[in-house]
């Protein structure tokens, strides 16, 4: 039994990540601009010298630190739900590795809990591996926050990053990217596993040029964390969601959990639900510098139906009714 001492501290340990995730890019930035204007102009001014001297160093592999992903504030927010990591298969270190993972969800709790973060154990479960997460390259734009993303070992999405990191000579890059983004967030429903990835083909791409194996990776529970207000897809609610993704790269929703202090009330804390992140079997991959179109429809193929098997596998483990499929949009 959890004392009510250690049950306020995930609470808080839960809402860190939430409130870092929507809010700590935009104060940085008002930080930073807020100092010009006061005695301590110089602080802003030599950040921003330093900003600019430093403004390719995320596309080149950044600046991890373990220290940082062994924080204690991880493994509570781990305990809150709490968040599981299964490992299915070996991957070994001797290669390279993309994993696809599924689903979005609103925040990829479960993503960044068990890759970009050492709260369960990832380093002992795939010892040599060094994980990667991929993310929007645009918040790598604000100041200070990209420092935070850079130290838990979380890269900007682009193809050049991407490239950098699987070309290291050291093997054992396993990068991490959730393949459905901002869209699948739309999809985001207690229950629902819709995903968008029947015409996300980049990752297998990347695969292919490098010849890293692709490993399936789905989070049960993920969905479940959050109530969202859906819209219909004819709607004007709908269309400017799209509108807005189109242009800002991300999605905004409609989102909400429980409070700080009372379950019972709304807030932005997600909801204490398990997460279990299952990692499958790798699908091993030729390099192909300039892969064809067939050659990236086949491997799509192989991982769809990996993945799909990975789901059937183990849906009924974690609460999913055997009558539940996987939907592929």
């Known amino acids: 039994m959890k004392t009510p001492q250690k049950q306020r501290l995930e609470v808080i340990g839960a809402y860190q990540y939430v409130l870092t995730f929507l809010f700590m890019g935009l104060l940085c930035t008002l930080l930073v601009l807020s100092l010009l ?29 373990d220290w940082m992903r062994k924080w204690t504030v991880w493994k509570l927010q781990r305990d809150y739900f709490p968040i599981k990591l299964l490992k299915t298969a070996e991957l070994p270190a001797d290669r390279n590795y993309v994993l696809g993972a599924h689903p979005h969800g609103i925040m990829g709790t479960g993503i960044f809990c068990n890759f970009s973060t050492d709260s369960n154990a990832f380093s002992q479960l795939f010892p040599g591996l060094r994980p990667w997460v991929a ?24 193809r050049h990053s991407l490239d950098f990191i699987l070309s290291q000579p050291q093997l054992g890059q396993a990068v991490t990217i959730v393949i459905g983004g901002a869209q699948e967030s739309l999809y985001t429903a207690p229950g629902e596993h819709r995903l968008e990835l029947r015409t996300r083909k980049g990752f ?8 890293a194996s692709l490993v399936p990776v789905y989070s049960f529970g993920e969905n479940d964390i959050y109530r969202i207000k859906s819209f219909d897809q004819n709607s004007w609610q709908y269309r400017c969601q799209l509108a807005f993704k189109r242009i800002m ?80 949009c």
């Open 204 to 211: 297998v791409h990347l695969a292919l040029r490098h010849g």
């Open 37 to 65: 204007f006061t005695r301590l102009w110089s602080l802003s001014l030599l950040y921003l010298v330093w900003l600019y001297l430093d403004w390719d160093t995320p596309t080149q592999g950044g600046r991890p630190c």
């Open 249 to 328: 790269g991300f999605s905004p929703c409609i989102f909400w959990g429980r409070s700080l202090f009372s379950a019972k009330s709304w807030g932005l804390v997600p909801f204490a639900q398990p997460i279990t992140t299952v990692v499958g079997h790798p699908i091993h991959v030729p390099q192909c510098p300039t892969p064809t179109e067939d050659q990236v429809d086949r491997y799509h193929q192989l991982y769809m139906k990996a993945l799909e098997q990975l789901f059937e596998d183990h849906k009924e483990a974690h609460g999913v009714p055997a009558s539940t499929h996987l939907t592929f």
């Open 135 to 158: 993310t929007l390259a645009g918040l790598f734009y604000f100041p200070i926050y990209r420092e935070y993303l850079m130290f838990n070992g979380i890269c900007p999405v682009s």
